[in-house]
T-cell receptor
Framework: GAGVSQSPSNKVTEKGKDVELRCDPISGHTALYWYRQSLGQGLEFLIYFQGNSAPDKSGLPSDRFSAERTGGSVSTLTIQRTQQEDSAVYLC?????????????FGPGTRLTVL | AQKITQTQPGMFVQEKEAVTLDCTYDTSDPSYGLFWYKQPSSGEMIFLIYQGSYDQQNATEGRYSLNFQKARKSANLVISASQLGDSAMYFCAMREQRSQGNLIFGKGTKLSVKP
């Protein structure tokens, strides 16, 4: 079956522009996660969805970042007024359920470059 | 304070030998899970192995085993019979029960397997 997909795979934008990153989780997975990986670093948690609700938004670095999930499926991460420090790979993961031993399956990521 | 510490930024191992990648963690949650992921140069995150805090035995998965020492709060990954394809970044991650699902990652160890 299909894994987690993300689009676009690469995005180059100018400072100050808004960007939208999309994640299609594995069908039937109720939990969805967004992470950010800066060059040479580990993954930094951004936000988590259970169904369409986001019980944990603690990782969003600023109010320029927002995310939504519709239909318990596709999620969009929006970054407004992008800054150069937003340049990173944005990874999405999904799991059947949240918590415990529920393996998170990762997408290939979106590489965002802010000029 | 760092919740996941990987003290080895880079490691070298000879092909066919075993290697241990270190990971220590910090949590006050009595219920947690520990994960190891592999990230090749292509960028995808590949799940390797999981250890629950209440598991009595060390987890094993093929050539991967987890040396879980709860009192020391360490969860080292052991790769036996290294192969050239094992060259990658390796990330240790923890999920705390109270977090509802997101993973906390270490900064990773870059493993290079020499022929």
């Amino acid at each position: 079956g299909a894994g987690v997909s993300q689009s676009p795979s690469n995005k180059v934008t100018e400072k100050g522009k808004d960007v939208e990153l999309r994640c299609d989780p594995i069908s039937g997975h109720t939990a969805l996660y967004w992470y950010r990986q800066s060059l040479g670093q580990g993954l930094e948690f951004l936000i988590y969805f259970q169904g369409n609700s986001a019980p944990d938004k603690s990782g969003l670095p600023s109010d320029r970042f927002s995310a939504e999930r519709t239909g318990g499926s596709v999620s969009t991460l929006t970054i407004q007024r992008t800054q150069q420090e937003d340049s990173a790979v944005y990874l999405c993961a999904s799991s059947l359920l949240s918590g415990g031993y529920n393996e998170q399956f990762f997408g290939p990521g979106t590489r965002l470059t802010v000029l | 304070a760092q919740k996941i510490t990987q003290t080895q930024p880079g490691m070298f191992v000879q092909e066919k030998e075993a290697v241990t990648l270190d990971c220590t963690y910090d949590t006050s949650d009595p219920s947690y899970g520990l994960f190891w992921y592999k990230q090749p140069s292509s960028g995808e995150m590949i799940f390797l192995i999981y250890q629950g805090s209440y598991d009595q035995q060390n987890a094993t998965e093929g050539r991967y085993s987890l040396n879980f020492q709860k009192a020391r709060k360490s969860a080292n990954l052991v790769i036996s019979a290294s192969q050239l394809g094992d060259s990658a970044m390796y990330f240790c991650a923890m999920r705390e029960q109270r977090s509802q699902g997101n993973l906390i990652f270490g900064k990773g160890t870059k493993l290079s397997v020499k022929p």
